[in-house]
């Protein structure tokens, strides 16, 4: 096997793990901006107790997949950086909004109007990041002009303003926004409160479907890479269709109000969306020159990678079975649902 | 400005504010474990409350170091395509290591933070350990891809590229271990004397109580103990300097001519130009005797390099200078404080000892900064020491300055909100009945 493959995957292993855990706690950020009606204060209550404990655990899988790429494929990264800054710092500013608001917002001593201030920075950014990362995606994904290598690259050209790089934005906030609710309808405490949520669900992922059409035909004149690896790779395909019928299950069983079914379904769903985009991105870190194989560190350098990532894998594993177990863990999701 | 006075200042601005929240984010943990494994051996509830205030000021700060050292983890790639493109082969080990160093500090400190009800209390203790330990990790990697940049190893220059890498052996450089023990130190150090002072200034505001007493008795201890043993790391990350950097260790003393017994310089400020350094107080053999612990050894001066490859040698001599002169008043401060209490004397009756102690408390953090400063200025005009320019590495991408201005300004309101936060929170005299219910 190639270290190369063995590494990209292992950073697409965590990239999955980003959207699963830390989209859908960008997406209970957006959640927490339509939050209405005369449970509003208990809906935003959720989304706070939801990703209080958890959000910077998650936000580490994001840092993981940069570390590993600037140390693994490091002309692809600095290539990154390069060609797409204006994009990138919007993403970070994203970042850095959303955490500290969130906590400002949560350690808030002062008046309540201030308070609201910061909630209103707090979902506004975790709306636009995911956006933003979308159209990153986007923007690797389609080799055209926004990323390309000859053009003087400037912090304020913004080639990436085009229809695929948006629509796989709008993608991502949609889906995550989905995952959110999803996830949410499961650890609210009652009828009422889960029903908000999966109104929220059976919308979001609605509007997410509709964005994976769109995206899927813009690929075909926009990213004819990418629509041709969809078509090719068996992996992609493989994947593709199990997140039809994983969708097919999840919106079955948000109808159902089976929700502890519909989360598993709806968080396969995404990760094999993820997962097929990879199979039609590969071997393609960034479209249209660089790949896992003409950006990667010597080989030896990647089997030490690996390496320290099997280590890192074998104390962070379990201390993430741990987290869950305390925070999410069937008992305490249930016994929160009585305390409250 | 042109882009590489720019991205300089880019880059020193998001780490003098970044460094300040790391620094946090490795201390706090500790004293606030140290103030509930007190409370769970005393049941005195002052040390309870304390932990759990303690740990509120880890979450604040924590949050904001996590989202600032995502900035830089970007920005590596924004800033300086061309450094991480050769190098970033090389020093991915010790940055992917601190990601799983990352994650254990910040899901075990999501376990302290909101298992307090959750777990049982000797998990909880050990939550709160394990988070100490792994944020100390966290600033030692890092500190690793640091000295890498010092003292640069694990591989074979061939045409100007990077072959035959040794990820390992670069992690491990000669600078790796004294910088990493003097940045955990300092990280103690700074952390420890701002929260004694801060307890000390409630302390003379409100009047003696168990609250802010055993406050500083758990800071002081930290902070004291780290100030004192890092004579011991300075001293050896100084001869490691004036081996493998010996012209960093000229500028940083300010010696500008090779000298045989050469004289250490305290204060004074330097004259590139006329090429000597003024004002300062001289020890004779000093400087010979620290760098390699003989009377009269050799000492190079920067007459060694072209003038046009010296740092800002007054930056960074006035920078050591600051550095030093905080520790070793923090030093002098430890030893009386430790007399004191040797003596059976609550130093805390002290209004003269608590009065100092607060003047003294923020110099943790500016040795802190300083010393920052000393590491990176004199290093220049380098970015991989000897191989690369940092003038090389800058990116070429055009309109920079709109960046700085973005990030200057998001950071300026983000300071000013933390600081008006945990003046709030940690600074907030406990009530009565916090007191009596915890």
């Known amino acids: ?340 | 400005m042109n882009n590489l006075l720019t991205a300089r200042s880019l880059m020193g601005l998001t780490l003098a504010f970044h460094i300040i929240f790391a620094a946090v984010g490795v201390s706090l943990p500790l004293m606030m474990t140290v103030a509930e494994w007190r409370w769970l051996k005393t049941n005195d509830p002052a040390y309870l409350l304390l932990a759990k205030r303690w740990a509120k000021g880890t979450a604040i700060l924590f949050a904001v170091g996590a989202v600032s050292g995502t900035v830089l983890s970007f920005e590596l790639g924004l800033l300086w395509p061309r450094f991480m493109e050769h190098a970033g082969a090389v020093i991915g080990m010790p940055f992917s290591l601190e990601g799983f160093a990352f994650f254990t500090e910040a899901i075990f400190l999501g376990i302290y933070l909101y298992g307090w009800d959750r777990v049982p209390g000797s998990m909880h203790l050990a939550s709160g350990a394990i988070v100490a330990i792994s944020g100390a990790s966290s600033a030692v990697f890092v500190t690793f891809a640091n000295a890498w940049m010092n003292t640069p190893t694990g591989f074979d220059l061939v045409q100007g590229r990077f072959v035959n890498i040794r990820p390992f052996a670069a992690m491990l450089s000669p600078a790796a271990a004294p910088e990493a023990l003097h940045m955990v130190l300092a990280a103690y150090t700074a952390a420890g004397f701002a929260a004694a002072g801060i307890h000390g200034w409630l302390l003379l505001r409100r009047g003696r109580n168990r609250f802010d007493e055993v406050a500083i008795a758990i800071a002081l201890s930290i902070g004291g103990v780290a100030v004192l043993a890092q004579s011991v790391s300075g001293d050896a990350l100084g001869r490691m300097v004036g081996t493998y950097q010996p012209m960093k260790l000229a500028s940083l003393e300010g010696q500008f001519h090779t000298e045989k017994g050469a004289p250490l310089r305290i204060g004074g400020l330097p004259y590139p130009d006329k090429r000597e350094t003024k004002y300062a107080l001289k020890i004779p053999h000093g400087l010979s005797l620290l760098a390699s612990h003989r009377m009269n050894s050799i000492v190079e001066g920067l007459d060694q390099e072209p003038q046009a490859d010296w740092p800002n040698v007054r930056m960074v001599h006035i920078s050591f200078q600051i550095m030093v002169g905080c520790g070793s008043l923090l030093s002098v401060f430890t030893l009386v404080a430790a007399w004191l209490a040797w003596k059976r004397r609550p130093l805390t009756i002290h209004k003269t000892f608590l009065k100092t102690l607060v003047l003294l408390s923020p110099l943790g953090f500016l040795a802190l900064e300083a010393g920052w400063m000393v590491t990176e200025l004199g290093r220049q005009p380098w970015v991989i020491y000897k191989i690369m320019r940092t003038s090389e590495a800058v990116t070429s991408t055009a309109q920079l300055d709109v960046t700085f201005f973005a990030l200057t300004g998001v950071y300026f309101v983000l300071g000013i909100t933390v600081i008006w936060l945990l003046s709030r929170h940690v600074i907030q005299s406990p009530k009565q009945q916090e007191l009596e219910a915890s």
């Open chain 1, 1 to 340: 096997m190639h270290a190369e493959i063995l590494l990209s995957f292992a950073m697409l292993s965590a990239l999955v793990l980003y959207s699963l855990l830390g989209g859908a706690d960008y997406g209970a950020g957006f959640l927490d901006l339509t939050c209405s009606g005369p449970r509003k204060e208990q809906q935003r209550a959720v989304i706070a107790r939801a990703i209080q404990p958890v959000w910077e655990t998650n936000h580490v899988w994001l840092i993981l997949v940069v570390v590993l790429m600037f140390s693994g494929f490091p002309a692809a990264f600095s290539a990154i950086g390069a060609r797409l800054p204006g994009l990138l710092l919007l993403v970070l500013l994203g970042i850095i909004l959303r955490g500290s608001a969130f906590v400002f917002r949560a350690y808030f001593a002062g008046d309540a109007q201030t308070q609201l201030y910061w909630g209103r920075v707090f979902s506004i950014s975790s709306s636009l990041t995911p956006f933003f990362l979308g159209i990153v995606i986007g923007a690797i994904s389609n080799g055209s002009e926004a990323v390309n290598a000859s053009r003087p690259a400037s912090w304020l050209r913004v080639a990436w303003l085009q229809f695929f790089p948006l629509s796989v934005g709008l993608l991502s906030l949609s889906l995550f926004a989905y995952l959110a609710a999803t996830y949410l309808a499961v650890e609210a405490s009652d009828r009422e409160l889960q029903d908000d949520f999966r109104w929220r669900a059976l919308i979001s992922g609605g509007v997410s479907v509709l964005a994976a059409i769109l995206t899927y035909l813009l690929a075909g004149s926009s990213a004819p890479g990418i629509r041709e690896g969809l078509a090719s790779s068996t992996l992609s395909g493989a994947a593709e269709l199990g997140a039809v019928f994983a969708a097919y299950f999840a919106f079955r069983n948000l109808i159902l109000r089976r929700y502890r079914q519909a989360r598993v379904a709806a968080a396969a769903q995404v990760g094999l969306i993820v997962i097929g985009w990879a199979g039609a991105q590969f071997p393609y870190l960034l479209r249209p020159d660089l790949t896992v194989f003409n950006s990667a560190a010597p080989a030896n350098v990647l089997w030490d990678l690996l390496m320290a990532c099997g280590a890192g894998g074998l104390v962070l594993f379990p201390s993430l079975y741990l987290l869950f177990r305390v925070f999410k863990g069937r008992r305490e999701t249930t016994s929160g649902m009585e305390s409250t």
